[in-house]
């Protein structure tokens, strides 16, 4: 096919971004044919097209990946996974539980409908899991609070990064608590890893596949795992490496360690000042709580190179296993409608969430998600929102007749009971099949509202009372069965939606934070009584005199610094009472807030 048809065919499908990574990955010799793995969308002619052209010019297009089925537990879910490019039975390596790493947020900005379109779509498979399949999750994201967009944000609105993350970290988690999305199961933050980041990627240099420069950065090294990087994605000699650096020993190598630029945070490495790599967090993080084995992984189609990708390298080098992840999982991009590129803010083409949910609920959204796979690309618009409205607005007036019609106060003529019963059961039947078949929520929507359809048509209103034989029965296992449904995915019809939180909102914990951060620092300092006045130099045990000195002055600096200690200690009190209740362990702080008014007691740390 003509590479200009091919384009103008299927533009409704993908946006030109990706048809540009298409065309520019490999040209068939003599051919004029195309080749980009794109397996991410619907089961579409494209998606098909390239199937094939996987499949017949393997030769062209680089090694097939060897991907090893797990050992474990079988859940009945076919899930499609980007490591094969099909479809495959998702086996779990512990009986009932699903060890799950989703990317996180890169806190330097509001996030948009694009970001939401990706969290809510995963929110709606892991309830599905739990609800449907009874499997527990347990979720870890990162938080990446260090980045260059981070630090260039924080120079423009003069402020430290640190601060500046912390306000847009709040402020995401705000938005996720509104749209309803459920927390993972722990969140972790990059700098607050460091000292783990640094350990794995010492790791991977003690592997053989990192190597430090003089210039203090760290790169993997990509030669040295040979034709195993590209498990996600094709990847050849046309692959785009790290712009801006020279001291590579390939292009195509990516930095582990970033060194230290002027007025740039920085930690302390055996490698110089620096701070870590954008991919490294990711896998350090989900190494850290999970180890070498992970059932799913999920993210966005745009992460899946080089983010994904590199994530699988450093990970599988570190652990010196063939297979980390075992099923990688990725939402298609959410577009506005007449544009073909994906919702983002280097684009400025976004909408923000609170701004969305001004207009329009939780409830609303989820249900646009509903109605398309997760792996497809989802085009927003008013028209498509006033779809997703109708929707639940035909569910809940189905759920007031049916109810008034139980409760007696709708009278029809007699209805066709086995009819519904038959109805309800294939519905059953086909959600699960729906749900168990990659999580097509747009087929199980479909069966939910032809059974609505066939419920609401028995439901005719007679004008003369009488006494009609009445089935109230099935009614209420109908609307029990849709009252189920709706929670299993996510939308609550009684539960008050949430309204978009005040932005000034979000920067109240980092106000918290920070005095939390000054106190720790004060209250370290008042308890380190020994460290000034340790002998420094001696080779002997110090004699009588001289232990007697320093247990004098080891008690003149108690004396001096118990009003710190005091003052901690108060300070703690009162925030207690205010609802943040802070907790000392060792030379760290931490808080978190109450529902109610908190009577700390001393902790260990505090006695001197």
């Given at each position: 096919?003509?590479?200009?048809?091919?384009?103008?065919?299927?533009?409704?499908?993908?946006?030109?971004?990706?048809?540009?990574?298409?065309?520019?990955?490999?040209?068939?010799?003599?051919?004029?044919?195309?080749?980009?793995?794109?397996?991410?969308?619907?089961?579409?002619?494209?998606?098909?097209?390239?199937?094939?052209?996987?499949?017949?010019?393997?030769?062209?297009?680089?090694?097939?990946?060897?991907?090893?089925?797990?050992?474990?537990?079988?859940?009945?879910?076919?899930?499609?996974?980007?490591?094969?490019?099909?479809?495959?039975?998702?086996?779990?390596?512990?009986?009932?539980?699903?060890?799950?790493?989703?990317?996180?947020?890169?806190?330097?900005?509001?996030?948009?409908?694009?970001?939401?379109?990706?969290?809510?779509?995963?929110?709606?498979?892991?309830?599905?899991?739990?609800?449907?399949?009874?499997?527990?999750?347990?979720?870890?994201?990162?938080?990446?609070?260090?980045?260059?967009?981070?630090?260039?944000?924080?120079?423009?609105?003069?402020?430290?990064?640190?601060?500046?993350?912390?306000?847009?970290?709040?402020?995401?988690?705000?938005?996720m608590r509104a749209l309803k999305v459920l927390p993972p199961t722990v969140y972790l933050r990059v700098t607050d890893n460091v000292p783990h980041v640094i350990t794995f990627i010492q790791g991977i240099i003690n592997n053989g596949h990192a190597y430090?420069?003089?210039?203090?950065?760290?790169?993997?090294?990509?030669?040295?795992?040979?034709?195993?990087?590209?498990?996600?994605?094709?990847?050849?000699?046309?692959?785009?490496?790290?712009?801006?650096?020279?001291?590579?020993?390939?292009?195509?190598?990516?930095?582990?360690?970033?060194?230290?630029?002027?007025?740039?945070?920085?930690?302390?490495?055996?490698?110089?000042?620096?701070?870590?790599?954008?991919?490294?967090?990711?896998?350090?993080?989900?190494?850290?709580?999970?180890?070498?084995?992970?059932?799913?992984?999920?993210?966005?189609?745009?992460?899946?190179?080089?983010?994904?990708?590199?994530?699988?390298?450093?990970?599988?080098?570190?652990?010196?296993?063939?297979?980390?992840?075992?099923?990688?999982?990725?939402?298609?991009?959410?577009?506005?409608?007449?544009?073909?590129?994906?919702?983002?803010?280097?684009?400025?083409?976004?909408?923000?969430?609170?701004?969305?949910?001004?207009?329009?609920?939780?409830?609303?959204?989820?249900?646009?998600?509903?109605?398309?796979?997760?792996?497809?690309?989802?085009?927003?618009?008013?028209?498509?929102?006033?779809?997703?409205?109708?929707?639940?607005?035909?569910?809940?007036?189905?759920?007031?007749?049916?109810?008034?019609?139980?409760?007696?106060?709708?009278?029809?003529?007699?209805?066709?009971?086995?009819?519904?019963?038959?109805?309800?059961?294939?519905?059953?039947?086909?959600?699960?099949?729906?749900?168990?078949?990659?999580?097509?929520?747009?087929?199980?929507?479909?069966?939910?509202?032809?059974?609505?359809?066939?419920?609401?048509?028995?439901?005719?209103?007679?004008?003369?009372?009488?006494?009609?034989?009445?089935?109230?029965?099935?009614?209420?296992?109908?609307?029990?069965?849709?009252?189920?449904?709706?929670?299993?995915?996510?939308?609550?019809?009684?539960?008050?939606?949430?309204?978009?939180?005040?932005?000034?909102?979000?920067?109240?914990?980092?106000?918290?934070?920070?005095?939390?951060?000054?106190?720790?620092?004060?209250?370290?300092?008042?308890?380190?009584?020994?460290?000034?006045?340790?002998?420094?130099?001696?080779?002997?045990?110090?004699?009588?005199?001289?232990?007697?000195?320093?247990?004098?002055?080891?008690?003149?600096?108690?004396?001096?610094?118990?009003?710190?200690?005091?003052?901690?200690?108060?300070?703690?009190?009162?925030?207690?009472?205010?609802?943040?209740?802070?907790?000392?362990?060792?030379?760290?702080?931490?808080?978190?807030?109450?529902?109610?008014?908190?009577?700390?007691?001393?902790?260990?740390?505090?006695?001197?």
């Amino acid at each position: 096919m003509n590479t200009v048809r091919f384009y103008h065919h299927y533009r409704c499908l993908i946006n030109k971004k990706h048809v540009v990574s298409l065309l520019r990955c490999t040209i068939l010799p003599n051919t004029g044919a195309t080749l980009k793995y794109w397996g991410y969308l619907l089961e579409s002619p494209i998606c098909m097209l390239v199937t094939y052209l996987s499949t017949s010019c393997s030769g062209f297009c680089g090694k097939q990946n060897s991907w090893k089925t797990p050992v474990g537990h079988d859940t009945g879910i076919k899930v499609y996974n980007s490591l094969t490019r099909r479809k495959e039975p998702l086996l779990l390596r512990s009986i009932g539980t699903a060890t799950w790493y989703s990317c996180g947020p890169t806190v330097y900005d509001h996030a948009h409908l694009g970001h939401a379109c990706s969290y809510v779509r995963f929110d709606i498979i892991r309830r599905i899991l739990s609800n449907a399949f009874g499997t527990d999750v347990i979720m870890a994201m990162v938080i990446t609070d260090i980045d260059d967009k981070i630090i260039r944000r924080s120079q423009e609105l003069n402020m430290s990064s640190k601060v500046l993350a912390q306000i847009y970290e709040e402020d995401f988690k705000q938005d996720m608590r509104a749209l309803k999305v459920l927390p993972p199961t722990v969140y972790l933050r990059v700098t607050d890893n460091v000292p783990h980041v640094i350990t794995f990627i010492q790791g991977i240099i003690n592997n053989g596949h990192a190597y430090a420069t003089a210039k203090g950065n760290v790169y993997f090294d990509i030669k040295s795992i040979g034709t195993r990087y590209g498990k996600l994605v094709p990847v050849g000699s046309a692959t785009d490496g790290e712009q801006g650096h020279d001291d590579k020993r390939d292009t195509q190598d990516f930095s582990l360690w970033k060194t230290s630029k002027p007025q740039e945070p920085f930690w302390d490495s055996p490698w110089g000042k620096g701070r870590p790599g954008w991919h490294i967090e990711c896998s350090t993080v989900a190494s850290l709580v999970f180890g070498k084995h992970l059932d799913i992984h999920t993210g966005g189609i745009d992460l899946a190179f080089p983010h994904h990708e590199n994530e699988i390298a450093q990970s599988e080098a570190y652990h010196q296993c063939e297979q980390w992840g075992n099923y990688f999982l990725h939402s298609g991009h959410l577009h506005l409608k007449g544009q073909e590129e994906k919702m983002s803010k280097s684009l400025k083409n976004y909408i923000t969430i609170k701004d969305f949910l001004h207009r329009w609920s939780a409830n609303h959204f989820r249900m646009f998600c509903l109605l398309s796979k997760y792996r497809s690309p989802i085009e927003y618009s008013e028209t498509s929102m006033d779809e997703a409205k109708g929707l639940l607005h035909g569910i809940t007036s189905f759920i007031s007749e049916a109810s008034a019609y139980m409760r007696g106060q709708l009278t029809c003529n007699p209805v066709d009971e086995n009819l519904l019963w038959e109805r309800l059961d294939n519905t059953k039947e086909n959600v699960k099949a729906a749900f168990a078949d990659d999580f097509d929520t747009l087929k199980a929507v479909d069966a939910v509202m032809d059974l609505i359809h066939h419920g609401n048509r028995q439901l005719k209103t007679v004008t003369k009372e009488s006494s009609l034989p009445r089935s109230p029965v099935v009614y209420g296992a109908i609307v029990s069965y849709v009252q189920k449904f709706l929670d299993t995915v996510g939308i609550s019809l009684t539960e008050a939606q949430l309204p978009a939180e005040r932005e000034a909102s979000a920067t109240l914990p980092s106000v918290v934070q920070q005095l939390v951060d000054f106190r720790s620092k004060v209250r370290t300092f008042a308890l380190a009584v020994d460290d000034p006045i340790q002998p420094v130099g001696l080779d002997v045990t110090p004699s009588k005199e001289v232990k007697k000195q320093l247990k004098e002055k080891r008690k003149l600096l108690q004396q001096e610094r118990e009003p710190l200690v005091i003052a901690c200690d108060v300070l703690r009190q009162d925030l207690a009472a205010l609802g943040i209740n802070v907790k000392d362990r060792g030379n760290v702080s931490t808080w978190e807030l109450t529902s109610h008014k908190v009577s700390p007691q001393t902790n260990e740390e505090d006695k001197t």
